[in-house]
């Protein structure tokens, strides 16, 4: 059993929002259009308190971009982004949402980012998506979304490790930064995960 897990698509991570990852908003009309192709269609949603941590204006003297260590882990500073409530924060309107069953919200815990749809950054703790798709049935996830130098690849990552079958969906992501990408899809080679494109699916 399959499933396409929609990464973050949500209108800060696209051209306009306060995190743009270039291109984002292309992937879009994909998404959609893969949805049908699908048994069951989950999505996450970066959902941060205001004031996170992974946030440079929570850190004095600090600026966008910078790489701190917090909580014994390498962290990005990013503008702020997804701060729940606001409207950047929601699915994107453009992404369709009547096939969505479930919606896995990460990155609530004020201390500690989460890229990954299955824990936080320091594996601290489940969101339950794992059991979530064991419990209907799931073998295979196939991800799109985006930011696929992050998210995408962390989510990739633990759900190799969670023992799913694990396809990314290329031409259905975007990345933050290319260079980075490039060593995030060789690692999810190395590690089992498989990369497709959305013209493997659609017919
Ligand atoms: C993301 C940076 C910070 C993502 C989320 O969705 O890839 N990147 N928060
Ligand atoms: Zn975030």
């Not at 991570?13 to 699908?38: E, M, S, W, Y």
């Not at 295979?140 to 690849?153: I, N, P, Q, S, T």
Request: proline share 6%; aromatic share 8%.
């Amino acid at each position: 059993m399959k499933a396409l897990l929609l990464i973050d698509i949500q209108p800060d991570f696209v051209p306009g929002g306060r995190l743009p990852v270039p291109d984002g908003d292309t992937i879009i009309p994909l998404a959609n259009a893969l949805q049908p192709h699908f048994e069951l269609v989950v999505a996450t949603q970066d959902w941060h308190p205001a004031g996170h941590q992974s946030f440079a204006s929570s850190h004095a003297g600090h600026a966008v971009f910078d790489r701190i260590s917090l909580h014994g882990h390498e962290q990005v500073l990013w503008p702020d982004h997804c701060v729940q409530g606001t409207p950047g924060a929601a699915l994107h309107p453009q992404l369709d949402q009547h096939r969505i069953e479930a919606i896995f919200r990460k990155g609530t815990n004020p201390e500690i980012d989460s890229y990954s749809g299955f824990f936080d950054n320091g594996h601290l703790k489940s969101t339950g998506l794992a059991d979530y798709l064991r419990g209907r049935g799931v073998t295979e996830v196939y991800l799109a979304g985006l930011a696929a130098d992050y998210c995408v690849y962390f989510t990739a990552k633990d759900a190799l490790t969670e023992g799913f079958a694990t396809y990314v969906i290329e031409d259905a992501t975007r990345a933050i930064d290319a260079e980075g990408y490039a060593g995030a899809r060789a690692d999810v080679q190395h590690r089992g995960g498989q990369l497709i494109q959305s013209a493997d699916l659609l017919p």
